[in-house]
């Protein structure tokens, strides 16, 4: 009895690892880069925490380790993974590349040029490039693809990243 419960506890892990996995990688923008990678291999490691609890025959210590490790892979990671995914400056970066499709839709171009993203970041009160200081003169990431994008024109960082690719964005933190 105890073996088919603990087989009946793995696979409802399992499951509701599933379930939660495909929810949080549906609730991030597929625009945001790296963020698949990490998130399969989350749900890989509940999967192979889910099945020691379902093949445990023996010890009450591995069930209990299996279960931390469902509960860390399939619930904590994904969750907190899709509420830190949009910070304001990659929610700034994204907004921009919608501008900038848009502003490339109009003009019947099939892909987007970097002052389309200039235009749009400085309408939405940012700049492009990084701040140019003392210590850095040189302005880096205004004049080609990846460029990097500040919310804020005297904000030095955190930044984004944009890239294109035709009319498909890629963002990240740079």
């Known amino acids: 009895m105890n073996s088919v419960s603990s087989r009946v506890l793995g696979a409802a892990a399992a499951l509701a690892c599933l379930v939660v996995g495909l929810v949080a990688a549906f609730a991030v923008d597929g625009r945001l880069d790296r963020q698949w990678v990490m998130r399969g291999i989350t749900m890989l490691l509940a999967f192979g925490c889910a099945a020691v609890v379902a093949a445990d025959q023996g010890r009450r210590t ?6 931390i490790g469902v509960l860390m892979f ?4 994904p969750v907190t993974a899709t509420i830190w995914s949009k910070p304001p400056e990659i929610d700034f970066a994204l907004k921009v590349a919608d501008d900038a499709n848009a502003a490339a ?18 309408a939405r009160g940012g700049a492009v490039g990084t701040l140019k ?9 205004a004049g080609s693809f990846p460029l990097i994008l500040r919310a804020k024109p005297d904000q030095g960082r955190p930044r984004a990243c944009l ?8 963002v990240r933190p740079c």
């Open 62 to 67: 591995r069930r209990i380790i299996g279960l």
């Open 133 to 141: 200081t003392e210590k850095s003169p040189e302005i880096r990431g």
């Open 74 to 77: 399939g619930l904590v990671f």
């Open 163 to 170: 890239s294109y690719t035709g009319l498909d964005a890629k």
């Open 105 to 122: 839709s109009k003009a019947a171009r099939s892909t987007v040029t970097v002052e389309d993203v200039r235009t749009a970041a400085v």
